[in-house]
């Protein structure tokens, strides 16, 4: 955990929240304009090779009328895996791409935008038939949404 | 050298392969093979249609001149075997132990194949 | 008529019996080579969007421990070379239309083999958006192999009793 608390020191500005997925995971809330600040700045600490972004998975909260963006990086040198966690309102979901700080999350993104909805913006490769079949892209429904209906 | 000892080695050995359909292979007694319902027990419950995640079970009307005393509603599960993953849910869900299970797994064929004609048998 | 005519009409009556010639010649390699499959048949293997489960058992049926070479099977390098095409996974939408062009550009005598229960009808994934259900709805199959994976040395013997290798007893020949 020494490791990590290297990283939320050097982060302590754009943290908003902090908690725990399980052991040895910490899970950090970040605004969503600060994103890719936030990273780049992970990056310059840590070094080129260091972060490995292993997945993206969005959550749809129809309740509070949200999507989150869990963005799962793997920070090499220490062996830990951290969360940061982004919040977009449901009805306008955007936030800024990375593809440019780490290339590797243009998989990720494409298929949130894919199955979920969340625009990237400054990611020109999203298309809606990349995953979904045709035949329920062409009818505009997002598959992941808890009101969609396939 | 030690490589012209291997290559003798095996040169002079026995060869691993089964013959399969010549001789058996040797597998375990509980491996999870084909299962069919026991109609002395069942009762008629459609726990195991309700549980198959793969929704291979029908349940059946009984054949007119058997009256079962203790399957009211005259049902019992036809399990379609093409379609089952083997997973045993519904043997274990089962609340009267009503499945037979077997290790049998040589069930590739040309047609399809229910296990309707193995559950009829159990009735006498 | 001139002398023109009279000899295109006699080319033309020797290009028809040339083509006569050579099409009783196909007939007789097309039946030659539906009895001879039965001895040496070339696999060419498809996964149409499988969780591998099913992959893994098919090319472990290759391997010298259940050797299927003793009895002329092997997997051939393209489906052009390939006699019976093993198709494994659920069948996506989007694979079903590659899969239909594949059966297509196959030649000659050809059957397919439809591993596992995702193959048959989509298995657990029954009624999903993305899938088009078993690979049925698409090609011919010819013989299939229930499980979830089956075992390697039942892949085989599915090929053989669909080449009318395997005595099998009445009673168990479904």
Same mark, same amino acid.
């Given at each position: 955990?020494?490791?990590? %608390?290297?990283?939320?020191?050097?982060?302590?500005?754009?943290?908003?929240?902090?908690?725990t997925?399980?052991? %040895?995971r910490?899970r *950090?809330?970040?605004d969503?304009? %600060?994103?890719?600040?936030a990273?780049?700045?992970?990056?310059?600490?840590?070094?080129?090779?260091?972060?490995?972004?292993?997945?993206? !998975?969005?959550?749809d909260k129809v309740?509070? =009328?949200? !999507?989150?963006?869990?963005?799962?990086?793997?920070?090499?040198?220490?062996?830990n895996?951290?969360?940061?966690?982004?919040?977009?309102?449901r009805?306008?979901?955007q936030?800024?791409?990375?593809?440019?700080?780490?290339?590797?999350?243009l998989?990720?993104?494409?298929?949130?935008?894919?199955?979920?909805?969340v625009?990237f913006?400054?990611?020109?490769?999203?298309?809606? =038939? *990349? *995953?979904?079949?045709?035949?329920?892209?062409s009818?505009?429904? *997002?598959?992941l949404?808890?009101?969609?209906?396939v | 050298?030690?490589?012209?000892?291997?290559?003798?080695?095996?040169?002079?050995?026995?060869?691993?392969?089964i013959?399969?359909?010549?001789?058996?292979?040797p597998?375990e007694?509980?491996f999870?093979g084909?299962?069919?319902?026991?109609l002395?027990?069942?009762?008629?419950?459609?726990?195991?249609?309700?549980?198959?995640?793969s929704n291979?079970?029908?349940?059946?009307?009984?054949?007119?001149?058997?009256?079962?005393?203790?399957?009211?509603?005259?049902?019992y599960?036809?399990?379609?075997?093409?379609?089952? #993953?083997?997973?045993?849910?519904? #043997?274990?869900?089962?609340p009267?132990?009503?499945? #037979?299970?077997?290790n049998?797994?040589?069930?590739?064929? #040309?047609?399809?194949?229910?296990?309707?004609?193995?559950?009829?048998?159990?009735?006498g | 008529?001139?002398?023109?005519?009279?000899?295109?009409?006699?080319?033309?009556?020797w290009?028809?019996?040339?083509?006569?010639?050579?099409?009783?010649?196909?007939?007789?390699?097309?039946?030659l080579?539906s009895?001879l499959?039965?001895?040496?048949?070339?696999?060419?293997?498809? +996964?149409?969007g499988?969780? +591998?489960?099913?992959?893994?058992?098919?090319?472990?049926?290759?391997?010298?421990?259940?050797?299927?070479?003793?009895?002329?099977?092997?997997?051939? &390098?393209?489906?052009?070379?390939?006699?019976?095409?093993?198709?494994?996974?659920?069948?996506?939408k989007?694979a079903?239309?590659?899969?239909?062009?594949?059966y297509?550009?196959?030649?000659?005598?050809?059957?397919?083999?439809a591993?596992?229960a995702?193959?048959?009808?989509?298995?657990?994934?029954k009624?999903?958006?993305?899938?088009s259900?078993g690979?049925?709805?698409?090609? &011919?199959?010819?013989?299939?192999v229930?499980g979830?994976p089956?075992?390697?040395e039942?892949?085989?013997?599915a090929?053989?009793?669909?080449? +009318?290798?395997?005595?099998?007893k009445?009673?168990e020949?479904?």
């Open positions: 955990m020494s490791g990590t %608390n290297n990283i939320e020191d050097a982060l302590s500005s754009y943290i908003i929240g902090r908690d997925v399980k052991p %040895n910490p *950090f809330h970040i969503a304009g %600060n994103l890719k600040s990273i780049a700045l992970l990056k310059q600490c840590l070094g080129d090779e260091a972060l490995y972004l292993s997945n993206i !998975i969005g959550v309740a509070e =009328g949200v !999507i989150e963006l869990n963005y799962f990086i793997h920070v090499v040198p220490l062996g895996t951290i969360v940061i966690r982004v919040t977009v309102p009805d306008k979901p936030v800024s791409s990375l593809i440019d700080v780490i290339p590797g999350a998989s990720g993104e494409c298929e949130a935008y894919d199955l979920l909805g625009e913006i400054g990611n020109r490769y999203l298309r809606r =038939g *990349f *995953f979904v079949p045709v035949d329920v892209a009818r505009g429904v *997002f598959p949404r808890k009101d969609a209906k | 050298m030690s490589i012209v000892r291997e290559a003798l080695k095996n040169l002079l050995s026995k060869p691993a392969t013959e399969y359909p010549k001789k058996p292979v597998i007694k509980d999870r084909r299962h069919y319902a026991d002395r027990k069942c009762t008629g419950c459609t726990l195991c249609a309700i549980e198959c995640p291979c079970i029908t349940m059946e009307k009984l054949p007119e001149n058997a009256k079962l005393k203790h399957n009211p509603r005259g049902l599960p036809n399990i379609r075997y093409m379609s089952c #993953v083997f997973c045993y849910r519904c #043997v274990r869900v089962c009267v132990d009503a499945y #037979v299970t077997t049998e797994y040589r069930l590739s064929s #040309v047609k399809e194949v229910f296990s309707k004609e193995l559950t009829l048998q159990t009735l | 008529m001139c002398m023109g005519d009279s000899a295109s009409i006699i080319y033309y009556r290009f028809q019996r040339g083509k006569a010639f050579i099409s009783s010649i196909a007939v007789v390699i097309r039946v080579m009895k499959i039965r001895y040496s048949p070339w696999l060419a293997h498809f +996964n149409t499988a969780c +591998n489960g099913c992959d893994i058992e098919v090319l472990a049926s290759i391997t010298p421990i259940y050797d299927p070479e003793r009895y002329g099977v092997k997997l051939s &390098p393209s489906v052009r070379h390939g006699d019976i095409l093993i198709v494994t996974g659920v069948v996506t989007k079903a239309e590659r899969l239909r062009r594949l297509e550009q196959m030649p000659g005598v050809k059957y397919v083999v591993v596992g995702c193959a048959y009808d989509g298995g657990v994934f009624g999903s958006y993305s899938i259900g690979a049925g709805k698409v090609i &011919p199959v010819d013989a299939y229930p979830c089956p075992r390697p039942e892949i085989l013997r090929l053989l009793i669909l080449l +009318n290798r395997e005595r099998v009445e009673s020949r479904h």
